[in-house]
């Protein structure tokens, strides 16, 4: 049985008008996917009433406490001491979500209880993926 933990999260959807919305979020770490984390939302936040679930890095989000990272779909910055910035990029658009510093924080040392940083690697089987990948090709 493998080991993954959920962390609810409020989080602020930044919006053209004035007003931020408030919606809940969750992230998800499994140190079967070790290198990834996800961030959940609910149906609510989205344009056309689905849910919503993104994939990125655990060393992008890290990085993003520290200062501007990513420059692809997902890109992660420090908003203020408390905050932290979320800018998803999508066909349909751009969402940007802000979210509490310290929800990411420990976010990210529970999922280094389970999987220490920079040892992602040691538990990935790659004989049994590259053989998974050929043979669904």
């Given at each position: ?29 499994a140190p079967e996917d070790p290198f990834a984390v996800r961030v959940s939302f609910p149906p ?94």
């Amino acid at each position: 049985m493998s080991i993954v933990f959920d962390q609810a999260v409020q989080a602020r959807l930044i919006a053209s008008t004035p007003e931020a919305r408030a919606i809940p979020a969750t992230l998800r770490y499994a140190p079967e996917d070790p290198f990834a984390v996800r961030v959940s939302f609910p149906p609510a936040a989205s344009l056309d009433g689905d849910g919503v679930e993104w994939v990125f890095g655990r060393e992008l989000l890290a990085a993003g406490l520290r200062g501007p990272a990513g420059n692809g779909d997902v890109q992660v910055w420090p908003c203020g001491r408390e905050r932290t910035m979320l800018e998803f990029h999508a066909t349909e658009g751009v969402a940007m979500v802000q979210f509490a510093t310290a929800d990411l924080r420990r976010f990210l040392s529970r999922s280094y209880e389970l999987v220490d940083e920079g040892s992602e690697g040691g538990l990935l089987d790659l004989d049994r993926e590259l053989s998974a990948l050929l043979r669904d090709a």
